[in-house]
């Protein structure tokens, strides 16, 4: 898992399949948690685009969706 780079850290684009700690504050609905894994599956042509990520949660407010329980063997 790849921390949450810094805010003075160079920009750069992450590669499709990592898994980063990102601040919540970027999840919407607003998420309980100050941070949360995300899996990148897409990445823009340049960093000015946007990046796709998914994040897992056990919110039944996030819909639509698919069900994931907590799970705490994962």
Do not use: C, F
């Amino acid at each position: 898992m790849i921390e949450i780079p810094h805010l003075d850290a160079d920009p750069y684009l992450p590669d499709v399949g990592e898994v980063y700690w990102v601040d919540s504050a970027i999840v919407q609905p607003a998420d309980k948690k100050s941070d949360r894994p995300a899996l990148v599956v897409a990445v823009p042509a340049s960093p000015l685009g946007r990046i796709t990520l998914v994040t897992r949660t056990s919110n039944i407010k996030r819909q639509p969706g698919v069900a994931s329980p907590r799970d705490d063997a994962l």
